[in-house]
T-cell receptor, first 112, second 114 residues
Framework: NAGVTQTPKFRVLKTGQSMTLLCAQDMNHEYMYWYRQDPGMGLRLIHYSVGEGTTAKGEVPDGYNVSRLKKQNFLLGLESAAPSQTSVYFC???????????FGPGTRLTVT | LAKTTQPISMDSYEGQEVNITCSHNNIATNDYITWYQQFPSQGPRFIIQGYKTKVTNEVASLFIPADRKSSTLSLPRVSLSDTAVYYCLVGDIRPGGGADGLTFGKGTHLIIQP
């Protein structure tokens, strides 16, 4: 099993550009999450999904959209990137029956 | 979700036992306590989870007093490789329990010295 994978690993965007981050998991987990991590801020939840076709807002959802069209994939979109969205983005998943979240390796995004 | 308070940082030495305490005064009846570890440039990794009393696994122990208003993560005989950030999370993570998305907070930066 690959576990949780994230694409891309690094990306540089100009202000106003759009992009989509892809998270994929091969563990058949129901729950999936998107977090951002900034220096000194810990991890903050952006959006999450409790199943295919469902999404919900987390702590810092503004400026982001998500979709979960397939159970194994959770997409995070930035429609118009801003420098404040420069961060490391982590995706995670967990099964219905466990408390343990499995994290991906992260995507480092820089918006100039 | 219960708010948690942890020390920002801690220092210790190789071979010592390290205890990191997390305060969660408004923990609810159905809340569980979960700890994660994060190394630089990696995603967090689950360490241990508990509801009350003591839980032990191959990595750590978790002590939870009867009132459950705090918990202590205990790392036995630490090594340099235990240098990491440790997060305490509290919430009702049963399906439909309302904590489908938990908040990690800033965690405790543990530094182990030789």
């Amino acid at each position: 099993n690959a576990g949780v994978t994230q694409t891309p690993k690094f990306r540089v965007l100009k202000t106003g550009q759009s992009m989509t981050l892809l998270c994929a998991q091969d563990m058949n987990h129901e729950y999936m999450y998107w977090y951002r991590q900034d220096p000194g801020m810990g991890l903050r939840l952006i959006h999450y999904s409790v199943g295919e076709g469902t999404t919900a807002k987390g702590e810092v959802p503004d400026g982001y959209n998500v979709s979960r069209l397939k159970k194994q994939n959770f997409l995070l979109g930035l429609e118009s990137a801003a420098p404040s969205q420069t961060s490391v983005y982590f995706c995670a998943s967990r099964p219905l029956s466990s408390y343990e979240q499995y994290f991906g390796p992260g995507t480092r995004l820089t918006v100039t | 979700l219960a708010k948690t308070t942890q020390p920002i940082s801690m220092d210790s030495y190789e071979g010592q036992e390290v205890n990191i305490t997390c305060s969660h005064n408004n923990i609810a009846t159905n809340d569980y306590i979960t700890w994660y570890q994060q190394f630089p440039s990696q995603g967090p990794r689950f360490i241990i989870q508990g509801y009350k009393t003591k839980v032990t696994n191959e990595v750590a122990s978790l002590f939870i007093p009867a009132d459950r208003k705090s918990s202590t993560l205990s790392l036995p005989r630490v090594s340099l490789s235990d240098t990491a950030v440790y997060y305490c999370l509290v919430g009702d993570i049963r399906p439909g329990g309302g904590a489908d998305g938990l908040t990690f907070g800033k965690g405790t930066h543990l530094i182990i010295q030789p």
